[in-house]
């Protein structure tokens, strides 16, 4: 019930493509939906978020599309730079608490 | 711009010795949390703190655990006895508010048990 689903593991992408990559949820009280990029030695730091009230959010080359009914969302690079190679994590929580429950994670790598 | 911040970077120590990772968040913060990452797994929630009590924890975190906010800037996750299993990177995250706020991740701990 607390799962987040996240594929793929992994995604090969060339420099201007777009990287695609989704997760589904099971928790209809989740309600807040963060993205996160982790480069290597780093800790965890937030790309994009957003509530289910909306269905997409963009923040320059970042998209969160957000499907209620299907449980899903995905997030989006376009224009994929090398720079943006990193692991992806999803995640999600409820506005009662403030644990978040993080996707299994999405090493993306960007060919120049 | 305001970061949390973790000491050690890393540690390591023998497999039954108590250890203390320490975490400093940021400043105008009131939530506090550990999560761990068990070497190419996802982020696990440990525990989030607020009003020095303990809001919410996860299995993981059993009676080997305890948090604490000893002063008014350091939080302190202490492992009592330590177990081969626990060999984690631990993030230490803080928040503005609760509910869905960003939470904002230092660059974490490697523990590493003997």
């Known amino acids: 019930q607390q799962q987040v689903k996240q594929s793929p593991q992994s995604l090969i992408v060339q420099k201007g493509g777009i990287s695609i990559i989704n997760c589904a949820y099971e928790?209809?009280?989740?309600?807040?939906f963060p993205w996160y990029q982790q480069f290597p030695g780093k800790g965890p730091a937030l790309l994009i978020a957003i509530r289910p009230d909306v269905s997409e959010k963009k923040e320059g080359r970042f998209t969160i599309s957000f499907n209620k009914s299907a449980k899903q969302f995905s997030l989006h690079i376009m224009d994929s730079q090398p720079g943006d190679s990193a692991t992806y994590f999803c995640?999600?929580?409820?506005?009662?608490?403030?644990?978040?429950?993080f996707g299994g994670g999405t090493r993306l790598m960007v060919k120049p | 711009e305001p970061e949390v911040t973790q000491t050690p970077s890393h540690q390591v120590t023998q497999m039954g010795q108590e250890v203390i990772l320490r975490c400093v968040p940021i400043s105008n913060h009131l939530y506090f949390y550990w999560y761990r990452q068990i070497l190419g797994q996802k982020v696990e929630f440990l525990v989030s703190?607020?009003?020095?009590?303990?809001?919410?924890k996860s299995e993981i975190f059993d009676d080997q655990f305890s948090v604490e906010r000893p002063d008014g800037s350091n939080f302190t996750l202490k492992i009592r006895s330590t177990k081969l299993e626990d060999s984690a990177m631990y993030f230490c995250?803080?928040?503005?508010?609760?509910?869905?706020?960003?939470?904002?991740f230092g660059p974490g701990t490697r523990l590493t048990v003997l």
């Open positions: 703190f607020y009003n020095n009590e303990i809001s919410e």
């Open positions: 995250a803080s928040s503005e508010l609760a509910g869905g706020d960003t939470q904002y």
């Open positions: 995640a999600a929580s409820n506005n009662a608490g403030n644990m978040l429950t």
């Open positions: 928790n209809t009280a989740f309600d807040y």
